[in-house]
């Protein structure tokens, strides 16, 4: 079965060629005049959707050497992400999906996330903890068998992601602000400056990011100046104590085996280094490939294929959904 996924939930346009549970190609086109804004703008980001997508999916049905009637199916993301972006994709989707006459499924980018561990671990076993953490996205979960999820942790304010590109934006850094205060960070001290870690009680598995925010506001806002690589490593690391202790918990709770990390903020090398002092020497931990963290359609497409192969697929006026839920 040979699947297209297409990936527009935010500021990266994705198109990718999946087949057997393998990427036959996987391109990705992130959107740069976004750093002129210093965040996403969704009108401009659902125009270059627009713009780009057509020629992305000739280019990746030339690098997977097939042609559209090749083609089984179409996997894109109807949820969460931005409406406008969403629907971008989502009928450019329809609109090939009904030409060709193949069937289409809508992907739940979060579900997505997730699955991209498997796709770089096909033997990867369950039941299983996920830390799943991006920018839009903070959350723990307990992943029992396939499409089987119990949410043991959310944030209730800002995501770790979001918490990276507001901090990067009160230091006046550009955007993204996860690998500007990462690569910032590399020459600074951590312990330099002993930022707020919330919700650190005993057993509570739940996020807040947005005292952290108003702190480092106030120390900018205070200090005449400071070490902006001190500031910056030691921001990152109060984010990424607390992911990590958030995670270790959820290990010792549901006494599993193994554990994935999903999204993009698990490209972070802060992150993983720390992960591998406090977990890794315990239990299994699996990350995706760098290029299979941040949104790509490589996961869509494989994901795609997985329910698709079940005889699953979407009515052509399924509808996206800015806010969709895991489960």
């Not at 996205?137 to 990276?164: C, P, V």
């Not at 085996?257 to 993983?272: E, H, S, T």
Request: aromatic share 8%.
């Amino acid at each position: 079965m040979i699947i297209l996924g297409i990936e527009s939930s935010c500021d990266e346009t994705a198109v990718s060629i999946c087949k057997g549970g393998k990427i036959l190609s996987n391109i990705v086109s992130s959107q740069q005049i976004h750093n002129d804004y210093g965040g996403v703008v969704p009108e401009v980001a659902a125009r270059e959707h627009d713009r780009l997508l057509n020629h992305l999916i000739i280019k990746s049905l030339d690098e997977a050497n097939i042609s559209l009637n090749d083609l089984n199916g179409i996997g894109v993301t109807k949820g969460p992400g931005l409406a406008g972006t969403l629907l971008t994709g989502v009928s450019f989707a329809k609109g090939l999906s009904q030409s060709i006459n193949i069937p289409i499924i809508g992907i739940n980018h979060l579900e997505a996330h997730i699955y991209a561990n498997f796709l770089a671990y096909p033997k990867l076993k369950y039941p299983l903890v996920c830390l799943l953490v991006s920018g839009g996205h903070t959350q723990i979960w307990y992943i029992k068998n396939i499409f089987d999820y119990e949410l043991l942790g959310d944030t209730r304010d800002d995501a770790a992601g979001e918490a990276f590109d507001k901090g990067a934006r009160v230091l006046g850094l550009g955007y993204p602000g996860g690998p500007i205060i990462e690569k910032i960070s590399l020459k600074g001290s951590s312990n330099a400056i002993n930022f707020p870690r919330a919700l650190m009680e005993k057993d509570n598995l739940e996020f807040s990011f947005s005292g952290l925010k108003t702190s480092l506001l106030y120390l900018v806002n205070k200090e005449k100046s400071f070490d902006l690589k001190d500031v910056a490593a030691s921001y990152q690391k109060a984010i990424i104590d607390v992911l990590v202790t958030k995670l270790l918990r959820a290990v010792n709770i549901k006494k599993v085996n193994n554990c994935i990390i999903a999204g993009g903020v698990a490209a972070n090398n802060c992150l993983r280094n720390l992960v591998d002092e406090k977990i890794e020497d315990k239990i299994n931990v699996f990350y995706p490939d760098i290029n299979l963290c941040t949104d790509n359609a490589a996961m869509i497409a494989f994901l795609a294929e997985i329910y698709l192969k079940k005889g699953m697929t979407s009515n052509i006026d399924f509808e996206v959904i800015p806010n969709l839920k895991l489960r």
